[in-house]
């Protein structure tokens, strides 16, 4: 998607219940948000008003060039007639401190490895490389792993409270803390940056990080 019309018209498309799915119901989603066609239409209206907020703590470790962006991205917000507010939703909850990346990633790459583990037992349909820096994912701690779920629903409980809260209609974020790379010009450098990648997960996995316990 390259404009807001272009998400609009991607959302128009996939928002609504899936009838082929039990758990999926299009009450879930509140009245007042447009759905279909409405998308669309919505776009005429500037947001002036609209509350956003960012969350301090997520912004730390931006590289320059993401910052950038992203402060680029607040003041198109700001001109349009959004007011953006500055919320911490983890202050004062058993989680404050915690690093969502982190507890994030602990649940991402060890989905990573579920995932993988079928491919990785017929060697004839994976390649040498993705073999290599898949690997040291699959020892990843599956105690960790349901810990971190654990601990994300109460994240996700306490954001969701603070944006009902303040009536603020959505966070703002950015979706990684660096650029991506550039591209490579061999399959040896290809093979180089995913070992690379390997090795610090390997590292990470034998570190066992404990996330925050929930109380008993």
Known sequence: CRSARDCALLLSVL????????????????????????????????????????VPSLMTGLSADVKAKFDEALTVFRRLGCEILEIEPLAGTRDE?????????????????????????????????????????VNINLTNYVQALATRECVEAAFEQSLESRGIVAYVSPTTKVTAPTLPTSLAEVRARRMKVA??????????????????
Do not use: F, M
């Open 15 to 54: 928002s609504g219940a899936d009838d082929g799915h039990s758990a999926d119901s299009i009450a879930a989603i509140p009245r007042n948000v447009p759905r279909g066609k409405e998308l669309i239409a919505a776009l005429a209206t500037k947001p002036v008003g609209v509350k956003l907020a960012i």
């Open 97 to 137: 401190g915690l690093d969502c990346w982190e507890l994030l990633s602990a649940i991402i790459l060890t989905e990573k490895a579920a995932y993988y583990s079928e491919l990785l037992e017929t060697p004839d349909d994976v390649s040498p490389i993705c073999r290599d820096t898949t690997l040291p994912y």
């Open 199 to 216: 090795k610090t997960a390997q590292s990470d996995s034998k570190a066992d990080k404990t996330l925050p316990t929930l109380p008993t």
